[in-house]
């Protein structure tokens, strides 16, 4: 059972461009929404996570817009770069659950390329 | 520097061997995870730990046992149950309930089955 799915599998950008990615949830318990971003052959880092009582977070070029009447949120890569070419993943954990351990729930991942 | 060790970074096991994947951290955190990541299923929880000498099977736990004898110290072994252990491992931890939760992942060991 994939309690977080992310689409689109790839997604090819311009140089400049906006990359977004979305990602849909089932479990309402849930309560924090970190994105992730991994090169090929190291470790995931994280980007940027967002609480379910805001509805949008911004940090430099990357925002996490999340809807929680509809269980979704998404990021959104502005002005995208060739650097920012890697996989990102979203995910999730029920934070103030003590006997949830804090285990991330991740989505399938979302290869991105940005062409110069 | 503050950090998560994996080694080694790539592994070649035999069938029906047992290999041991070791994952060090310095950062004085509680809790480690183990993940194991397929092409194009993202992460996937094997083991977790919230505390040292306590451990609880995650989703795909069957063919995998840890040890947490030492808070630093997290490893996973790779039994000869495991069907395809072919797979890219990456050992993660935060500093534990009520905290920052930002999950730290360590390089990775990518272990193929020859």
């Known amino acids: 059972q994939q309690q977080v799915k992310q689409s689109p599998q790839s997604l090819i950008v311009q140089k400049g461009g906006i990359s977004i990615i979305n990602c849909a949830y089932e479990?309402?318990?849930?309560?924090?929404f970190p994105w992730y971003q991994q090169f090929p052959g190291k470790g995931p880092a994280l980007l940027i996570a967002?609480?379910?009582?805001?509805s949008e977070k911004k940090e430099g070029r990357f925002t996490i817009s999340f809807n929680k009447s509809a269980k979704q949120f998404s990021l959104h890569i502005m002005d995208s770069q060739p650097g920012d070419s890697a996989t990102y993943f979203c995910a999730a954990s029920m934070w103030f659950v003590e006997a949830a351990g804090n285990k991330l729930t991740f989505g399938g991942g979302t290869r991105v390329l940005v062409k110069p | 520097d503050g950090g998560i060790t994996q080694s080694p970074k790539y592994l070649f096991r035999k069938e029906g061997q047992n290999v041991t994947l070791s994952c060090e951290q310095n950062l004085n955190h509680d809790a480690m995870y183990w993940y194991r990541q397929d092409p194009g299923q993202g992460l996937r929880l094997i083991y977790y730990s919230q505390i040292v000498n306590d451990f609880q099977k995650g989703d795909i736990a069957e063919g995998y046992s840890v040890s947490r004898e030492k808070k630093e110290s997290f490893p996973l072994t790779v039994t000869s149950a495991q069907k395809n252990p072919t797979a890219f491992y990456l050992c993660?931890?935060?500093?534990?309930?009520?905290?920052?939760?930002?999950?730290?992942f360590g390089q990775g060991t990518r272990l193929t089955v020859v």
């Open positions: 993660a931890s935060n500093p534990g309930q009520g905290e920052n939760t930002e999950a730290f």
């Open positions: 479990n309402t318990a849930f309560d924090y």
């Open positions: 967002i609480r379910p009582d805001v």
